[in-house]
């Protein structure tokens, strides 16, 4: 049976072999469907998820004690306790307390309890006492203490899970904090494995003189298992026309993907050849390859499906395997590549002061660095969050002897996965929606992944002066000048870059039913003393924002600004991000706060504009001349960007987004 075109044995490289293969396969992914969580495991998730509502959904407190005024407790002591009203509510876990903690209160709250409004802080039961109707406490807080506060863990509108992510048991614990029940994955291919041969029996059988038993079948099942495809075993074929035929015929009807092995030396092979050949076009592309073992495998297509037929030989097929139809199979499955990991030695980014007295694992992410070992990034304040723990690369085990990991000491990284790679880009600052929208692009696009360390602004830039990061997302407003970023940018000395990035309107938030709809001013919410607002933490730009804001009103009324601050009530409660201030103004756990537009929206509040900020990139020139930061670059240039970031609302990007500025 002649082959047009094909030569038996006409051995070609590894690489050219590939090029022709894949230029005549459809080596798209195959598209998604839905699977409930129990079924989830394993599977490739194919939809970012963007978290729906906070979690928690509420402040709550982390210990077993009594809600406080943490202001209340300053200057208790062993020997001279602060005596504060035990109000007779307890808020347990479920519960919504109704009563407010003003000045001199307490009210009992258990662990998981909501924390009351008023309070901002949760002293444990062991530094108190109670005596009759009073609470005894033998120890200060400070605000903020043992409270986990409302989207502490995961926010409303971040993206909490992206497309290409493998669902572990961690990342199906944060779809079930989320309440969500059934997830999009992408489909796996389905893949047809024939052997074939007389001299085969199915394991089970008798062996019979001059036979041997299918191996082949079981290594490869396995192996197509492993690289994201269902794997369905056709039977073994004896070398005859009918049969053989039929069985592909049944292959190409109803697979994605076909696997042969054995046929493919000359004599016997012909056979194979000349059905694959004739089943469908193009037919076979590729017989031989230079390699050892594996010389011999036949590299098909069948209307743009990958046909491989692999030599019988048990190792020479799992080599081919794993060097053709293993990535195809990726491909089609949109797993990502994913590498063995042992344990890695990393340096500290920073300094971590562990629990004195425990044995420690502490959850890290881990960041290449430009000269020398990675960098490990303590996660703080992961005992209660699931998304931490999904987040992490691996832990650091500290001693019960130690108490203080210091900057740069050389620590190994256990890795939580089986395998851990380091990530094509690393972006370590500020935490912005903007910034989550390019890098689900840069996903799609090039199928680059991204490592995200959510530290602030100014520590961003710090990460990026040592080498650890290849940008940071900063918003750093310079009160002497009124610039963003240009003092940041010099921080990083004559190497640094600034790349343009976009304007982010920051305004106020509020109820609308308690204003009328009508936005009300900074000058008036600050003379409103029966408010109460939440505060962002010291060095944040939104922080940075309102302070220089109430400098200049501080100014008008003759008055200092530390005076002016100190009417203000909860102007010293803090948190870590916009979605937690806007849950606690849409709760009513506080009256007003500062924040970003699109989050205001999101939670349907008012939003009253105070400025435009804006919000850039900055790197050192050798980690942004890389291909990764490049291509990131590239999709804030374009166009699908520039469009998806200017509908969100208080987005605004503009001709220079993704470049370089002077």
């Known amino acids: 049976m002649a082959r047009k075109g094909i030569h038996f044995l006409k051995t070609v490289t590894t690489s050219e072999a590939e090029r022709i293969w894949h230029a005549a396969l459809k080596l798209e992914p195959l598209g998604g469907e839905d699977v409930s969580l129990s079924e989830a495991q394993g599977r490739i998730l194919d939809d970012d998820i ?21 202001a209340d407790t300053f200057g208790a002591e062993e020997d001279a306790p602060v005596s504060l009203e035990l109000v007779a509510e307890t808020a347990p876990a479920g519960a919504v307390p109704k009563t407010e903690v003003a000045s001199g209160m307490a009210l009992e709250v258990a662990t998981g309890g909501m924390v009351p409004r008023g309070a901002d802080a949760v002293q444990m039961v062991e530094h108190s006492e109670v005596d009759g109707g009073r609470l005894l406490l033998y120890k200060p807080v400070a605000p903020g203490a043992n409270i986990q506060a409302a ?9 909490a899970l992206r497309a290409g992510q493998r669902l572990t048991t961690r990342e199906l614990g944060v779809l079930a904090a ?6 999009r994955v992408s489909r796996r291919p389905r893949v047809a494995i024939i052997s074939t041969g007389d001299e085969l029996v199915s394991p089970g059988r008798p062996l019979e003189a001059g036979k041997i038993y299918d191996s082949n079948s079981a290594t490869v099942a396995g192996a197509v298992r492993d690289n994201g495809g269902e ?5 073994v074929v004896p070398d005859d026309e009918g049969a053989l035929r039929a069985a592909c015929e049944t292959a190409r009807a109803g697979f994605d993907v076909v696997i042969l092995s054995g046929g493919t030396s000359k004599g016997a092979g012909d056979l194979t050849f000349g059905i694959i050949d004739g089943t469908a076009r193009p037919g076979i592309l590729v017989h031989g390859v230079a390699i050892k073992p594996g010389k011999p495998i036949v590299l098909a297509a069948w209307e743009g499906r990958p046909v491989a037929v692999l030599p019988g030989f048990p190792t020479s097929a799992i080599v081919t395997f794993n060097l053709f139809v293993a990535p195809v199979l990726r491909r089609l499955a949109n797993v990502p590549v994913e590498t063995e990991a042992e ?6 980014a920073v300094r971590y002061h562990s629990a004195e007295g425990r044995h420690e694992h502490v959850l890290v992410h881990v960041v290449p660095r430009a000269v020398g070992d990675p960098a490990a990034y303590p996660i703080t304040g992961a005992s209660g969050s699931i998304y931490a723990f999904a987040q992490a690369d691996g832990t650091v085990e500290v001693a019960a002897d130690r108490s203080v990991l210091r900057e740069g000491e050389t620590v190994r990284v256990a890795p939580l996965a089986r395998t851990l790679r380091v990530a ?22 090039r199928g680059l992944t991204a490592k995200v360390v959510n530290v602030g602004s100014s520590a961003g830039v710090e990460a ?3 080498g650890e990061a290849d940008l940071a997302g900063v918003h750093l407003l310079d009160p002497d000048s009124g610039e963003y970023n240009r003092q940041a940018l010099e921080r990083l000395g004559p190497d640094g870059v600034l790349v343009r990035g976009y304007v982010r309107r920051q305004g106020i938030y509020f109820r609308k039913e308690q204003f009328s709809g009508n936005p009300p001013t900074l000058e008036a919410l600050v003379a409103m003393a029966e408010l109460r607002m939440l505060n962002r933490s010291r060095g944040a730009g939104t922080r940075v924002l309102l302070d220089l804001l109430l400098e200049d009103i501080a100014r008008t009324r003759g008055v200092s600004p530390e005076a002016l601050r100190g009417g203000i009530a909860g102007y010293d409660a803090e948190t870590r991000s916009h979605n937690a201030v806007a849950a606690a103004v849409a709760s009513g756990r506080a009256d007003w706060g500062l924040g970003i537009e699109a989050v205001a929206v999101a939670y349907g509040l008012g939003f009253a504009p105070l400025r435009d900020e804006e919000y850039d990139f900055l790197g050192l020139r050798d980690r942004v001349e890389r291909e ?19 509908a969100l609302p208080g987005f605004m990007p503009d001709a220079k987004t993704g470049s370089p500025v002077g």
């Open 343 to 348: 344990p890695v030695q990393a340096r500290l």
């Open 231 to 235: 794997a369905e075993f056709l039977g």
């Open 424 to 445: 094509d880009l690393a972006l370590i600052g500020s935490h912005c929606r903007g910034v989550d929208l390019a890098l689900g692009m840069l996903r799609k696009r």
């Open 178 to 183: 989320l309440g969500i029940a059934t997830v």
């Open 151 to 159: 989207g502490a863990d995961m926010r409303m509108g971040e993206t």
């Open 50 to 70: 963007v978290v729906p509502m906070d979690v928690p959904p509420f402040d709550r407190a982390l210990v077993d004690g009594y809600a406080v005024r943490a």
């Open 628 to 646: 990764p930061v490049q291509a990131f670059l590239e999709v804030l240039r374009s166009g699908e960007f520039r469009d998806a970031l200017g």
């Open 464 to 466: 990026c002066a040592r």
